[in-house]
């Protein structure tokens, strides 16, 4: 129920650009559906620049001097980062299937930030036993958004910030701006260019007016959502979660899936010392993955919905976990789990949608290139 979340510190500020928001849960709060007409919103991430409320997003601060002791343990990537970046990683459970995924800034040797998709306190203190490390949640501390798209240089450069193109993917500094001092990263999960801005609670009403003058177009989730599939990014309760892993590896399901099944190897640092899920990622490497993930390019002109089923020569090998007909590629595309060697990028398969057996063809991901993602200095367009 939507009466039982917390409203973002942004939940005003978007009713006074469209009183008649539709609302969803995200993270145990009100996130819109969508702001704006829903193709106008997909348009603006491609050729133009977008804004998203960020705010929900689960957040630990990790500190102590067994912060990195501490991540390394539950994380399937090496936390061996400089100062001042970002890195994508995994957490697994013993038996080496995902349980969520993220991202983790580093900004002293002794202090990391944790973006997980949920929350687990319970067990990040079991793993912290023993250590000098505090996990303290402080997801309603601050303030975030994400400035997305093909101009997202120019808009943010317009709203009065410096030196921001030289930054490179994964990297966040502290930059000084007519709305007050800023963290931004240069992160995001819309596929494009893009900056993730981190703020005070203090600076929210100053930093929306601030992008939006500045021309970015609010939207919502379902715009996230479809251009993370663009971009051939995996989300829980479709790629993986389907019937969620736990950390104690109770209530097994066969919906479950390992980083391996998902394309994930290469956030999987074997080499970096024990971690949650080595032993049983190390036997899988060795013996080979059960699924695959492959994507979909579909001929029809609608999009396939979650467990429509996929067949190769006439003969079933998995199901879709997301689809949709993309507005901005022009074509319905799918990302889908099968069973591993079943088919390749090039090959031909089958996708039962509304009851109806839809041709398909496997390609690369991701479905939409942007030439901007990793540009650096960023293009000024």
Request: net charge negative; proline share 5%.
């Amino acid at each position: 129920m939507t009466s039982e979340l917390k409203n973002s510190p942004f939940y005003n500020l978007q009713l006074a650009v469209n009183p008649d928001i539709e609302w969803s849960p995200w993270a145990g709060c009100k996130t819109p559906v969508a702001i704006h007409e829903l193709d106008d919103e997909l348009r603006a991430v491609r050729n133009g620049t977008i804004v998203f409320d960020m705010s929900p997003v689960v957040k630990y601060q990790v500190t102590g001097t067994d912060a990195q002791v501490f991540l390394d343990k539950i994380s399937t990537r090496s936390m061996a980062i400089k100062p001042g970046r970002v890195t994508y990683t995994c957490w697994t459970n013993a038996q080496g299937m995902l349980v969520d995924d993220g991202t983790v800034f580093r900004f002293s040797e002794t202090e990391f930030r944790m973006l997980p998709n949920s929350r687990d306190d319970d067990y990040y203190a079991q793993q912290a036993e023993g250590l000098d490390v505090e996990v303290t949640d402080v997801s309603h501390n601050s303030a975030a958004l994400t400035v997305q798209g093909k101009t997202a240089a120019t808009v943010l450069t317009r709203m009065g910030i410096k030196n921001l193109v030289d930054m490179k993917p994964f990297d966040f500094a502290t930059f000084d701006s007519p709305a007050g001092e800023l963290m931004i990263s240069r992160t995001g999960f819309f596929g494009d260019l893009g900056y993730e801005l981190w703020f005070s609670l203090d600076q929210v009403e100053a930093v929306w007016d601030a992008v939006l003058a500045a021309g970015a177009l609010p939207v919502g989730i379902v715009t996230l959502c479809n251009a993370r599939l663009e971009a051939g990014h995996i989300i829980p309760d479709n790629e993986f979660e389907l019937e969620p892993a736990k950390y104690d590896g109770s209530e097994p399901d066969s919906f479950n899936r390992t980083p391996f099944d998902l394309g994930l190897g290469f956030v999987i640092n074997l080499d970096k010392g024990d971690f949650v899920g080595r032993d049983a990622l190390i036997a899988e490497k060795e013996r080979g993955s059960t699924w695959q993930l492959v994507a979909l390019e579909l001929d029809c002109d609608h999009g396939a919905a979650q467990r429509d089923v996929v067949a190769v020569n006439g003969v079933e090998v998995g199901f879709v976990t997301s689809g949709l007909f993309s507005v901005n590629l022009g074509k319905s595309i799918a990302l889908a789990t099968v069973k591993s060697g079943s088919t390749s990028p090039g090959g031909s398969a089958s996708v039962v949608v509304n009851g109806v057996k839809v041709d398909a063809v496997v390609v690369d991901t991701p479905f939409y290139k942007s030439p901007r993602k990793a540009q650096t200095p960023a293009p000024m367009l």
